[in-house]
Structure formats: C-alpha cells, structure tokens
C-alpha cells in the first residue's frame, strides 16, 4: 500500500478540525496524508438565523485543502437544484441544511479524488491510539456498523463515518456507490420511503450486503479509537463548549506544554457598545448606574450578581429594562469573582460587540462616551479628557508634531 491517506470533510468547525489532525499526528500519523475537503458556507436557517462560513485556515504540514468554499468542485445549489420535490422536513435538521446529502456526495466525489481509498475520519473526534489496522486492503471497508440510528423511524443501519476505512479500488471494481438518490436523506418528497431515511454510510452498507461474498468488510469497535464532541458540524453549537471540549482532552493532541489551538473565527464587524460590572450590596446606586450608560448608547449590560445571602438582589431594583440589562447569577463563586466574571463575559460575547467595558459599578467612565462617538464617527478622534460636545480631532500628519 502507498502513503496512507485520511480525508476529512470539513464544514465550519475549523478548531475541532486542527485538534483532530493534530490527534492524529500524536497517535502514530506523523507521515499520513492527510486531505482536508472543505465545504464551509454561510447559511441562513428556516428561522432567519444566519450561521457564518468558518473556513479551515490553519496551516499544517502534510494537510492538503480541498477549497469548496464557493462550490469550485462540488455546486451544492445545482445539485440540490436537481431534486425539486425533496422533503425539507427530513433534509433541514437544527443547523444542518441538507447537511446529509451535501456529506455523501462529498464522500462519493472523494472516491473520484482518492482513487486509492483512503480513511475517513470525521471533523469532530480525537484520536486515543494509532490507526494502523484499519487500512486493510482485504476489506471493502473497516469501520463501526450502527445498526441503530436514534430518531430514525425506519432503523437503517449505516457504516459509521466517524472513522471508517475505503477501500474504494474493491468497491468500485464491484459497481458499488457511495451515493445513491434514492438511498439518500431527505432527496425524496415521501416521508414514507425508507430510502429517505438512509443517513450517511447507510448505502455503502447496503451495497456490501448485496455484494456478498466479493465484498466483505470489518466491523470494529471506534469507540477504542475515538474521543466524539459529537454533531459538531450540524450542531453549529456555542464555539465554547468546542473550545472547553477541546482544550478538557488536551492530552490527546498537543505535543507540547505551549501548543494550542487558536479561535479562527473572526469576530463580527460590529459598532456596538456593551460594558460588564460585577456587584454586591450596591442596589441604592445601580439604576442611575445604568441609565447612565444606556444613555450614552451603551447597547448592552452585563451585570454579574455576587451577592450573598442575606444581600439585597440587584434584579429588585433592575426591572422594566428588557434585553438592555442581564443579570448573571455569580452567587456561588467567592476567591476571584471579578477576574472570573470579567473572563466568562469576554468568552461569551466578543464576537457580538465592537467593544466590551469591564467596569465598577461606581464608577462613571467618560471614555465610554469618546469610544461610543469614535465608533459612530469614522475619520475623528477624541483628544486626552474630551467630554461629550468638545472638538474632536481628525487624523493628519500634523497631529505627530515636528519631526
């Protein structure tokens, strides 16, 4: 057998994409090729929710990138474009649009691309132990067959892609596919048809099944081999809770004590304003606190509680402000409450907001208001102790003085 190769599909989880890669690299993969297809779009969900591409961009040696970023090899929107009377109520699930079908016909695409075989292995796990045995040129494929899908009212079993070896010389010689539109999820209008209901892997299963006995594969037990975060890819879930999945199974893929993993999403392109306070025992002050800063165009409070008990509770004095102030129950956390509540806040919401403040509460900061004015100013800045309605500055040459 030549170079092993792994392929990963790709599509918005560029974090659990490199800590994979990198788990691979660990546990004996060090020289494996590794293909990296990379489906990444924007997509606006049935509810207006708009999800952003999140390209992979990491650079690693021995990775290839596949870019389908802008449907240079696979079009989605024409293939899809192809099956006017699919089911959107099977096709269209959380944030997965199409999702299924889009991953199947990617991996029938990598059979063209790979002629070879190769293993692939899913966005969203870290390895535990080398991967050695499964390239068995002897089977059709080498992987976990799921005989029970959860939520599937039809129970297809499936070959599991999370970690599952191709051998795609074998199946193509037998006439088998990968990709078949009436054994594929949601492509067909009848919530009825079984074949609606086939997830991927499920038609190379079946394929195997008919072939008997020239084809022949291996079931193996990926849960040895795999840690799975689990939906990463259709979830689209809170980047943190990749990052803490991540960063909890640190043991398996960083190779030194200063390795990691950076956030590659970019942050939104926003104006918005929103401060921080964490308080305790400060009620006679925080409503005028607050009208303060909402008033200078302050979008959004987040007001950590640390109170204790017995305290007087900020949300008795903070009512009738709606979504403008959010109240965050710090009871329980005593040694460094502020450094922890000012962390927790940046992680949560750095991405939404152009600025975030970390203030006291009894304190009433001008620079609030130079940085709100900057931010709906371009081209002007607010000289040192500026106060709202005061020149500002523009910037030129001759503010840098004689040279």
Not at 60 to 86: C, H, M, S
Not at 117 to 139: A, N, T, W
Not at 327 to 340: C, E, R
Not at 382 to 399: H, M, R, V
């Amino acid at each position: 057998m030549k170079q092993k190769t792994i392929a990963i599909i790709h599509f918005n989880t560029p974090e659990l994409t490199e800590a994979g890669i990198k788990s691979l690299r660990k546990h004996g993969g060090e020289d494996y090729r590794v293909i990296v297809f990379d489906n990444s779009a924007t997509l606006t969900l049935p509810d207006g929710k708009v999800i952003q591409a999140r390209p992979f961009t990491a650079k690693l040696d021995g990775v290839e990138v596949i870019d389908n970023t802008r449907g240079q090899v696979i079009d989605f929107d024409k293939f899809l474009a192809e099956y006017p009377d699919r089911n959107p109520s099977v096709g269209i699930y959380q944030s997965s649009v199409w999702g299924s079908a889009k991953h199947i016909v990617t991996v029938q695409k990598l059979w063209e691309l790979l002629p070879e075989g190769f293993v692939l292995m899913e966005s969203d796990i870290l390895l535990k132990k080398p991967i050695d045995e499964f390239f068995r040129e002897e089977y059709s494929f080498v992987g976990f067959v799921q005989k029970h899908q959860k939520g599937n009212p039809f129970d297809v079993p499936r070959i599991m892609p999370m970690l599952c070896w191709m051998n795609v010389p074998m199946l193509t010689r037998e006439g088998a596919r990968y990709f078949d539109p009436d054994r594929c999820w949601g492509l067909k209008a009848d919530r009825n048809d079984r074949g609606n209901w086939m997830d991927t892997g499920a038609c190379l299963l079946d394929e195997v099944l008919k072939k008997r006995p020239r084809l022949k594969g291996l079931h193996v037990d990926i849960r040895l081999f795999v840690e799975h975060y689990g939906g990463g890819s259709w979830k689209q879930d809170n980047l943190n809770a990749q990052m803490a999945w991540i960063n909890s199974h640190r043991h398996l893929w960083a190779v030194s004590y200063t390795d990691k993993i950076e956030v590659q999403q970019p942050r939104v392109q926003s104006k918005d304003v929103a401060v921080c306070i964490i308080v305790r025992c400060e009620n006679p002050y925080l409503r005028e606190w607050c009208d303060h800063y909402l008033s200078l165009g302050v979008k959004k409070i987040f007001l950590y509680d640390n109170s204790r008990e017995g305290d007087e509770r900020p949300a008795e004095v903070l009512t009738g402000y709606g979504d403008a102030v959010e109240i965050i129950d710090y009871t329980t956390v005593g040694l460094g409450a502020q450094v922890k509540a000012y962390t927790d806040c940046y992680m949560r919401h750095w991405r939404e907001y152009g600025w975030i403040g970390f203030l006291d509460a009894d304190e009433l900061v001008r620079k609030v208001e130079a940085a709100i004015f900057v931010a709906n100013h371009p081209g002007e800045v607010c000289p040192a102790k500026w106060k709202q309605g005061a020149e500002t500055l523009k910037p030129s040459i001759d503010l840098v003085g004689k040279i």
